[in-house]
């Protein structure tokens, strides 16, 4: 038993690791405040100006974020990730990524752009670390981007999107 918990820990550890390797750098850091300094009135004009047919380079920006935030979302559902490793690595870089661009990716999806279920993994960590900012920090409200706690109490029983 011993050894299963020691496997366990380490095991974590190492991903604790990864992500860190893989987020926490100053290059990242550019990255990230790129994505979040560009500006837009709309989807149409977001379209124009950052769509990847028209500025590919920012589209790898960006989509390099939301596929990582996108896979952690996944693990963090799965009971590989806590939440707290999490918070410690990217701090409210995830949510606040969402809150930017959740309604871009809900409107590609309502277009076609995107499936109905790309990114709600992303969706769903950007809810709950959302939700556990907005009970430790009394000057954060929850945003009104969000679904109801019900539609991701629904997701997290679903586990996999692919599954009704």
């Not at 004009?45 to 990847?52: H, I, L, P, T």
Request: charged share 30%; net charge neutral; glycine share 4%.
């Amino acid at each position: 038993m011993i050894n299963l918990r020691e496997t366990t820990r380490n095991r974590r550890v190492t991903l604790t690791n990864a992500l860190m390797q893989s987020f926490v750098s100053e290059e990242v850091s550019r990255r990230w405040l790129d994505i979040m300094q560009v500006e837009w009135v709309d989807f149409d004009d977001f379209f124009r100006k950052y769509d990847s047919s028209v500025n590919p380079d920012f589209y790898a920006k960006r989509d390099s974020f939301w596929r990582t935030f996108d896979i952690w979302g996944y693990q963090y559902m799965s009971g590989y990730l806590d939440i707290g490793t999490l918070w410690t690595v990217c701090n409210e870089a995830l949510p606040f990524t969402w809150m930017k661009y959740g309604p871009i990716i809900e409107e590609y999806k309502a277009r076609g752009g995107y499936s109905i279920h790309t990114f709600e993994h992303f969706e769903y960590l950007a809810y709950e670390m959302s939700k556990m900012m907005a009970e430790t920090d009394p000057t954060f409200k929850m945003p009104s981007i969000f679904k109801s706690d019900e539609y991701y109490r629904e997701f997290k029983r679903r586990k996999h999107s692919y599954k009704y």
